[in-house]
């Protein structure tokens, strides 16, 4: 069964800290990964995606990796800001519009 | 502009009512979802539909029905609403090729509560 699994589930940080977010896949068969971020209230946004032949991808403070090998993806948040609370969402698609597979999150939360 | 709209965006109503909620995108893409995010903020897709299929998660009850006016419209119609069908519901978008999809932008939810 595919799988995609978070980690942690929530996560509480002071404003400037660093942090990372865990996402572990199982699909098969794997061409990309998302991250998604998901604030209070509103819809998910995409924040990046990477491919199958992609190992980092920075996006302003938000740094993505993948190793396609132990099927792993982490996104590191550099100098966090209030902004940054929200929701942050791993997700696989398939190779059919209907067949992504959601990770359940990882709440992230941002104190002053 | 907005790509994904969907009313209402909050739906208040009693137990055993059927209600509706509309979703639009203008984005030209030709798959579009709906997505229930519960109390937990687990987000699990419900329906994806294209012109040419429906694809449906068996969780999903039958009293829940997607209908597709034409490309730029999925909405959502619910019989016989129930305390548990109360959750935050996405609309979505994307465009699909041939072994690949791209990003799904959401519509702002709806949020429906069952009294």
């Known amino acids: 069964k595919n799988q995609v699994e978070q980690s942690p589930q929530s996560l509480i940080i002071l404003e400037g800290k660093n942090c990372t977010l865990q996402?572990?896949?199982?699909?098969?068969?794997?061409?990309?990964l998302r991250w998604y971020k998901q604030d209070t209230g509103r819809g998910p946004v995409s924040l990046t995606i990477m491919t199958f032949s992609e190992n980092t991808k920075s996006n302003g403070r938000y740094t993505a990796t993948l190793d396609a090998d132990t099927k792993q993806s982490s996104l590191h948040i550099t100098a966090s800001q209030l902004s940054d609370s929200a929701s942050y969402i791993c997700v696989v698609p398939g190779t059919n519009a209907g067949k992504s597979t959601f990770g359940d999150g990882t709440t992230l939360t941002v104190k002053p | 502009d907005t790509a994904v709209s969907q009313t209402p965006k909050y739906l208040v109503t009693q137990m055993g009512n059927d209600k509706s909620i509309k979703c639009e995108q203008n984005?030209?893409?030709?798959?579009m979802y709906w997505y229930k995010q519960d109390s937990k903020k687990f987000l699990k897709i419900m329906f994806s539909y294209n012109n040419k299929e429906l694809i449906i998660n068996e969780t999903v009850p039958n009293r829940f029905s997607p209908k597709s006016p034409d490309k730029a419209h999925l909405n959502l119609h619910i019989n016989s609403l129930e305390l548990g069908d109360s959750a935050v519901y996405f609309c979505a978008s994307s465009q699909e090729g041939a072994g690949w999809v791209t990003e799904a932008f959401f519509g702002q939810g709806t949020r429906l509560t069952v009294v």
């Open positions: 996402c572990n896949y199982t699909v098969s068969p794997f061409s990309n």
């Open positions: 984005l030209g893409h030709d798959t």
